[in-house]
């Protein structure tokens, strides 16, 4: 993949998240992922584990964002991202983020590690 292919899914990665879309979001994801977000904390296994994943946060009203452009290496992004979770009242700022992705040879995400402190 190329850079800008790779930004493309990352930026998708976000739009899907913001807008609550779920079936985008997981479109964007091989179906052997391994998705750890974050590193250490929380693991899953494939699209069911990250489909309950997805279901998990949603009461964060999270809203994520790109802030600086991809390093790519081969097939793998680091991705500079923040965030800001909660309700309205008490929004919380994420940041950085740091999201190490591996792509497959069919552009999907493969794996992903996101390495943050949030609490």
Request: charged fraction near 25%.
């Amino acid at each position: 993949m190329t850079r800008d292919e790779m930004t493309a899914v990352m930026q998708e990665y976000c739009r899907c998240e913001c807008e609550k879309d779920k079936a985008g979001w997981l479109a964007l994801f091989a179906a052997d992922v391994v998705h750890e977000d974050p590193v250490g904390v929380r693991t899953s296994h494939g699209l069911g584990d990250l489909d309950a994943f997805w279901e998990g946060f949603q009461s964060v009203n999270i809203k994520v964002w790109m802030t600086a452009p991809l390093i790519v290496c081969g097939n793998e992004a680091i991705a500079f991202m923040a965030a800001e979770a909660g309700p309205a009242d008490a929004r919380v700022t994420i940041e950085p983020i740091i999201d190490n992705v591996v792509f497959n040879a069919a552009g999907k995400i493969a794996r992903v590690r996101a390495f943050y402190e949030y609490g």
